[in-house]
């Protein structure tokens, strides 16, 4: 059963390396710094956009307590204990926007 669904749109300007302080997990946060800077910017808003989206979509309160894991083929996820949270993450030019559905496992 659907439970929430959360979407967030973010303009990659926004994004910075205070931010990523803020908002990325410490496993979140090595990934991101291996990135060069062009593409840390895009990988941020993308990130944040679909933290926000599960924010919205679970009623989690923090961006930290959140870890945005990829599969071997390259599709976002997140472990959490009680929900299935399917998540879509998109860039486009200035933009990054996600989505995410809830539903009780």
């Known amino acids: 059963m659907i439970v929430g669904i959360g979407c967030d749109l973010c303009k990659v300007e926004r994004v910075d390396e205070k ?19 062009i593409r840390q910017k895009e990988w941020l808003a993308g990130r944040f956009a679909a933290k926000e989206a599960i924010i919205k979509a679970t009623g989690i309160k923090s961006m930290k307590d959140i870890e ?9 996820y997140v472990n959490h204990p009680s929900l299935t949270i399917h998540l879509s993450i998109s860039h486009d030019g200035e933009y990054a926007m996600a989505t995410a559905v809830a539903e009780h496992v």
């Open 19 to 37: 931010i990523a302080q803020k908002v990325l997990t410490e496993k979140e946060l090595h990934g991101f710094q291996q990135l060069t800077l």
């Open 68 to 76: 945005i894991e990829i599969t071997e083929e390259g599709k976002p």
